[in-house]
């Protein structure tokens, strides 16, 4: 691993660099970055075909999160120019106050170094995470999926040459050479050289980064997410999020994948539920209580802990707020919950006492997202609890620091 | 290690009870706690003298942090008053906002769940530490020293025993009950169980810590701190400042391990500052340059990284502010950085430009505490970058999460 070595030492130095740059300097390397990609586009589509062409085995679903087109590539360019137009992120001051010796000490926020993003399929995150990463002050080492490894590259060249141009170091958004698990497992390793690691993707993945890390790691990681019903509810509001949290784009990690329903109004609503999933052909798992209202395959117990990433919805109807929030804690990944309800104090008690990166009332889980959040790109979804939780913007790839002015003060005892 | 995962999981279900008690309730715990140390003084002191005994073999430093008398159990209780005291950090909104689908975003602090703390030898950290965790709505896993273990024994059964009586469950303090270097391998995988492990102390348990941990870790890691003294420093301010910094408590994190000074002041400062020194029998060692305007041992390239806990000073004679800060680049751990000067665009460059959890002009490293900075007691000073960095108080161990009040909105796209 002695070349990777030298590439992360780059990446410490550039990160140096990137630290001290104005925020009107990294914001004009992101629009020059934004015109490179749309002029240099021919050259994207042609490195993105050869990989479509290489992964004629993959599944349609996996292809069409490979697939770049025209559109695709302005788009990307239209991302680098919104994250540019963000305010920029470094130097606020978050908090300040004098303390009794008379120091006063401010909290100012900072960039957080050297960050490692590993992905999968998706080409436009090469250009979304660098251009975060760049925008907060940050270096970026980019790790994508194998099968992208064209597009990617591409991507990331045009990328360099803007860096070059303006005389910024190429290596704050540079691949990871080496794209073999073997040289994941080092890379996590190097808290000498990386500040923090973000693996996005499958368990598998997850699983790697969280047992060989010595970095600090944020996990973008599943989300097994419920939607409850509770007997005050409104049915077409019920109707209308249910259908819009699992069927919108069930391969999301914020689509729901188990329905609660309070027993009370089982009767009346599940067979009307019924008949709205099955014109969107979502095939329904129930609990026996359900099966007994509505005709569908039954749930076992593993259904209650699985996330589908498919049109698949688990039923359960329970006894009333208190069994819906055991369940919840019980099977949840902590990711995005919601409740649909009227009752004043059912909303505030699911709000309060569930513990997940994003509670709901009266909303579907879908917009636990960067951009439905209005933070611009996201960077990933945070399904920590440390640092960042939920959706992560620009703002989430900083930290802090003291700046502490003092005249001459020494500490007493 | 079947024992083990029952007391985790006690200390899981304890950290639901524990976030949804009110904060008066957890207030008026830590006082009845402060109370209850105060009454049972004497079986904390004569626990303590068991482990005083058996740690005849120790070193002096360590058996004085060990020691507990009448005033140190009072100084425990009084620490309990003033955690119980401080404004509750739960439930505090700290954004908000609406998005564009109309959905009302609020960010709201909320504990971060069960809290493993590793510390060593002072046996008071027990009651701070299991009192700052109740105080965010937190539960603590004790792992203290072996060497203090009927003092931290005796201090959680009256932590304990307090929780019993106001009908809270016991496992929101408790010592882990096998305190083995296997068992401790073992608790930092059981992220299933655990949000945050806390190591504070020597390198060897950092070490084994960040290397097998699957848990969030922050680290309470040395501290390899400087001081600089630009050629626009006053001198008065500079030795004062350099005499507190390194002979106060040399033992301590936030001491300064080396002394830079500007090239065209060193031949005035440096005879006056071993005069200083030499009055407090600091050992000085010095680059070639020092040790020709002043006659102390040679520094050798280790004297640069080292943290000497001891009254030791390594000395360097730098160009200027570019060295100072490239060398604190090179050998600094990022924690506490001090610059003694002047000239305002001097501090103001060091400030912005180095690094660190604390910079601070014209003043002590040693104020880097979470005592100083006005947080109540501290749990760790963090050395890393993620979640806090620098002194941890009761708002460092929350984390957020996000409650969203909608009207029946779907997401389009």
Redesign the interface.
């Known amino acids: 691993m002695e070349d990777l070595t030298a590439f992360l030492q780059e990446a410490k130095s550039a990160a140096?660099t990137v630290?001290?740059l104005s925020g009107k300097t990294r914001a004009n390397a992101l629009n020059e970055m934004a015109r490179a990609i749309e002029q240099n586009g021919e050259a994207i589509l042609s490195a993105n075909e050869k990989d479509m062409n290489a992964a004629i085995d993959l599944s349609s679903a996996l292809r069409e999160r490979l697939k770049l087109d025209e559109k695709g590539v302005l788009e990307m360019a239209k991302s680098l120019r919104e994250i540019a137009a963000c305010r920029d992120p470094l130097g606020l001051v978050i908090d300040g106050?004098i303390?009794?010796?008379g120091?006063k000490?401010e909290k100012v926020s900072?960039p957080?170094?050297v960050i490692g993003v590993i992905y999968e399929s998706r080409p436009n995150i090469t250009a979304d995470v660098a251009a975060l990463c760049l925008k907060s002050g940050n270096v970026a080492i980019l790790k994508g999926g194998k099968e992208a490894a064209r597009s990617n590259a591409a991507i990331a060249e045009i990328l360099q040459s803007v860096l070059t141009k303006l005389n910024l170091p190429k290596a704050a958004a540079a691949l990871l050479p080496d794209g073999s698990r073997e040289a994941v497992k080092w890379l996590v390793k190097q808290?000498r050289y990386i500040?923090?690691i973000m693996p996005r993707g499958g368990e598998e993945l997850i699983k790697t980064v969280?047992?060989n890390?010595?970095v600090?790691?944020?996990k973008h990681d599943k989300g097994v997410c419920h939607l409850y019903i509770h007997k005050s509810a409104?049915y077409?509001?019920a109707e209308?999020?249910a259908?819009?949290?699992k069927v919108?784009k069930p391969s999301a990690c914020n689509a729901i994948e188990t329905l609660l329903i309070d027993d009370l109004i089982a009767a009346e609503f599940l067979p009307k539920l019924k008949a709205a999933f099955d014109k969107r052909s979502t095939e329904l798992r129930g609990c026996e209580k359900t099966r007994a209202i509505i005709d569908i395959k039954a749930a076992s117990e593993n259904d209650w802990e699985r996330e589908y990433l498919e049109n698949i919805l688990a039923v359960k109807i329970v006894s009333g707020i208190g069994e819906a929030i055991a369940h919840i804690?019980k099977y949840g990944s902590a990711h995005s919950e919601a409740i649909i309800a009227n009752d004043h104090s059912a909303?505030e008690r699911f709000?309060?006492?569930i513990?997940?990166?994003?509670?709901?009332?009266?909303?579907?889980t879908?917009?636990t997202d960067g951009g439905?959040?209005?933070f611009g790109a996201e960077v990933g979804i945070s399904s920590?609890?440390?640092?960042a939780?939920?959706p992560m913007g620009i703002k989430e790839l900083t930290?802090?620091?003291?700046?502490?002015?003092?005249?001459?003060?020494?500490?007493e005892h």
Do not use: M, P
């Open positions: 140096r630290a001290k106050w303390n009794e010796a120091l000490i900072v957080i170094g808290d500040d923090l969280t047992q890390a010595s600090a790691v944020i409104d077409e509001k209308a999020i259908i819009n949290a919108q804690e909303v709000l309060n006492e513990d997940a990166a994003c509670v709901y009332a009266n909303a579907s879908r917009f439905q959040f209005g920590g609890k440390l640092h939780r939920g930290t802090y620091k003291y700046q502490i002015y003092g005249s001459g003060q020494t500490r």
